[in-house]
């Protein structure tokens, strides 16, 4: 014996969404959302041709999603994040402000021994921790697991 599990019709329809609509006899029908899930009425409002209707979701199926949102580029995203979390931005640069200032410090020496020609494109590396390492490495700029493409 076969047992079919119901299968619960999407109510995630948003509005712009490009959708199919069965009317009974007149079967298939391309139509827009126009209004989002009622959650009371259990109906989507869909445009079909010029006339808006009310229609249950289990006569809709997804065709193409409207609206489709291009993702954030790795800097929208931050900058995003420093707008919404001020007061975790001032903590966290205050917490390694010790770290930036050896860095800085560390390419300015460096640049004094090895000139300003020679650092155009070179970054300065603690080889064991900034906090406490003396001994730098002059590396490639833009390198490793974070490289800018």
């Known amino acids: 014996m076969l047992i079919l599990e119901a299968v619960k019709p999407r109510t995630d329809y948003r509005v712009g969404d490009t959708v199919s609509v069965w009317q009974g006899?007149?079967?298939w029908h391309n139509g827009t959302v126009v209004a989002p899930y009622d959650k009371r009425k259990k109906t989507v409002n869909v445009q079909?041709?010029?006339?808006?209707?009310?229609i249950h979701v289990g006569h809709l199926k997804?065709?193409?999603?409207?609206?489709?949102?291009?993702a954030l580029s790795p800097t929208e995203r931050t900058r995003?994040?420093?707008?919404?979390?001020?007061?975790?931005?001032?903590?966290?640069?205050?917490?390694?402000?010790?770290?930036?200032v050896e860095r800085n410090r560390a390419r300015r020496n460096a640049v004094k021994k090895h000139g300003k020609k020679k650092m155009e494109n070179k970054d300065v590396h603690h080889v064991d921790n900034v906090?406490?390492?003396?001994?730098?490495?002059?590396?490639?700029?833009?390198?490793?697991?974070?490289?800018?493409?």
Do not use: M, W
């Open 25 to 27: 006899f007149a079967g």
């Open 62 to 70: 997804l065709k193409k999603r409207g609206r489709v949102k291009e």
């Open 131 to 149: 906090k406490n390492s003396k001994r730098t490495r002059i590396v490639k700029r833009d390198h490793g697991p974070d490289k800018k493409s």
């Open 48 to 54: 079909v041709d010029s006339s808006k209707h009310d």
């Open 80 to 100: 995003r994040y420093n707008k919404r979390h001020p007061k975790k931005v001032r903590a966290h640069l205050k917490a390694t402000q010790e770290d930036r």
